[in-house]
T-cell receptor, first 113, second 113 residues
């Protein structure tokens, strides 16, 4: 079945460091791919998405490219800030029309000044 | 303001005592869903609904019930809670199926003793 494998955390970086969080997926067909972010004490919110191969999603300096050949959707940011400290979830939507999301286990990022 | 609300935010209860967690959205979304979040497991879907009076099981439906009598509300019912249902629960909604963004509520932390 459909699944997402996400880089284990936690990840601790200094401010202005480069961030990569790896995400690979298994799915039949071509699902939509998402990154959601969860700030402390809050629900998840959409960070970015891509709906077809080679699409690049971007938001708030984060970006991820839908790579069909490697079944990956890695999250990157060139220069992280303390305010980026959160848990990041990679997810894919199934293709049944039900809009069900399959989530990775989440990666906790802590950015230190 | 567009939002998904959940109540209560925190709940401590005892084994076997029936409880309901309410979820409401003000965006006229057709799709609603319940997830539970557990450490190391990410988010797993419990039940979802694609419209009024249409509900279906997710990945972990055992021990839960839902109903969708109105478009805006999607309560989660635990008829006889057990300690293994101690978790963080999220309600989400989206316009409809496919690649549409899901909007999450703030979460309900449930402890069953």
């Amino acid at each position: 079945g459909d699944s997402v494998t996400q880089m284990e955390g936690p990840v601790t970086l200094s401010e202005e460091a480069f961030l990569t969080i790896n995400c690979t997926y298994t799915a039949t067909g071509y699902p939509s791919l998402f990154w959601y972010v969860q700030y402390p004490g809050e629900g998840l919110q959409l960070l970015l998405k891509a709906t077809k191969a080679d699409d690049k999603g971007s938001n708030k300096g984060f970006e991820a490219t839908y790579r069909k050949e490697t079944t990956s959707f890695h999250l990157e940011k060139g220069s992280v800030q303390v305010s980026d400290s959160a848990v990041y979830f990679c997810a894919l939507s199934d293709l049944t029309g039900a809009n069900n999301l399959f989530f990775g286990t989440g990666t906790r990022l802590t950015v230190i000044p | 303001e567009a939002q998904v609300t959940q109540n209560p935010r925190y709940l401590i209860t005892v084994t076997g005592k029936k409880l309901t967690v309410t979820c409401s959205q003000n965006m006229n979304h057709e799709y609603m869903s319940w997830y539970r979040q557990d450490p190391g497991l990410g988010l797993r879907q419990i039940y979802y609904s694609m419209n009024v009076e249409v509900t279906d099981k997710g990945d972990v439906p055992e021990g839960y019930k839902v109903s969708r009598k109105e478009k805006r509300n999607f309560p989660l019912i635990l008829e006889s809670p057990s300690p293994n249902q101690t978790s963080l629960y999220f309600c989400a909604s989206s316009y409809k199926g496919g690649s549409y963004e899901q909007y999450f509520g703030p979460g309900t932390r449930l402890t069953v003793t």
